[in-house]
């Protein structure tokens, strides 16, 4: 599939045999931004082409995945192949397809323990549908300039291989490093929280308490905290290890959560040091201060004992 789709539109035919994935296919391909539908007529596709594209779409370049397979009305093997020749020579569209093979003892096995029919063998043995089905899809499989044989592939593990394929935003998930206070609640969706209590606290400093993490003072008497270098350094490697991961995993959002007592001083100079680490590091990250405006107050911070 090409990168850039000029005047045509980019089309790819998921098919393959019952079992072997369609359905994890065209759902990551969804959660990666692409327009997917599920057994579609062909007759169909030249109305769905020359609709109004869903509300939200920046680009009418949006891709677009069809699943095709023997469930889908009028399949028909030769007749799939000539009309995508007609959508790549008289139309433009850079279109592909992807066949997803199986072994049939695996299809087999899946059958078994979902306890569903073969869509060409409702009441006789799974495998006589999928002999029937391999030799219907036959065409189809030579055709196809991709092919996934998934007979030793987990559905995450096939998930993965179509986002590493298919994948075109190279700036991975939407990424958010908030500042909070622990005494007005935690974020709502973070999925990391790294509490910043253990660092001295500036709000007991007469001249520091009316400041904010954003001020150099503050952040200075923070930043010289005897144990600030070497956690906050585990924390950056940490979040430049995991936010990647997030990615392969098909996160669309990561969310970090770095707290202290009251919101103002120690997790807004933290997270603003994270925030600009992981810029460094490529990523683009959303920085928010949720609780900076706060007003200081001597009973949300404990005592100063505990500073």
């Known amino acids: 599939m090409s990168a850039a789709l000029g005047l045509g539109k980019d089309i790819l035919i998921v ?17 990666l931004g692409w327009e997917t539908v599920d057994n579609l007529p062909l007759r169909l596709l030249d109305r769905l082409l020359d609709a109004p594209l869903p509300e939200g779409t920046v680009s009418d370049a949006l891709p677009l995945a069809v699943g095709l397979g023997p469930r889908t009305r009028d399949f028909d093997p030769d007749r ?20 997803l093979d199986c072994a049939g003892t695996e299809l087999e096995r899946r059958y078994s323990e979902t306890r569903r029919r073969h869509p060409l063998a409702p009441d006789r043995l799974a495998s006589d549908g999928i002999a ?45 490093v908030i500042s909070f206070g622990f005494a007005r609640g935690l974020p709502r969706n973070a999925d990391l929280v790294f509490d910043m209590r253990f660092l001295r606290n500036p709000h007991w400093e007469p001249a520091l308490r009316a400041g904010t993490g954003l001020d150099p003072d503050v952040a200075a008497y923070v930043a010289a905290d005897p144990a600030y270098d070497a956690a906050i350094g585990q924390i950056e490697a940490l ?5 990647p991961r997030y990615r392969a995993e098909g996160k669309a959002y990561v969310t970090v959560a770095i707290g202290c007592t009251g919101g103002r001083h120690r997790s807004v100079h933290v997270a603003t040091r994270i925030g600009s680490r992981l810029r460094d590091q490529g990523f683009s990250p959303t920085i928010v201060h949720r609780d900076l405006g706060a007003a200081p107050q001597d009973s949300l911070e404990g005592s100063p004992a505990t500073k």
């Open 15 to 31: 098919t393959g045999m019952s079992g072997a994935g369609k359905s994890t296919v065209l759902n990551t391909l969804e959660d």
């Open 80 to 99: 799939v192949i000539r009309r995508i020749r007609a959508l790549r020579d008289h139309h433009g569209h850079d279109v592909g397809m992807l066949f």
């Open 132 to 176: 029937r089905e391999r030799e219907l899809l036959a065409p189809l499989r030579d055709w196809a300039n991709r092919l996934i044989d998934t007979t030793n592939l987990r559905a995450n593990d096939l998930a993965q291989q179509i986002r590493a394929t298919f994948e075109r935003d190279a700036e991975g998930p939407t990424l958010s």
């Open 239 to 243: 979040l430049e290890l995991l936010i």
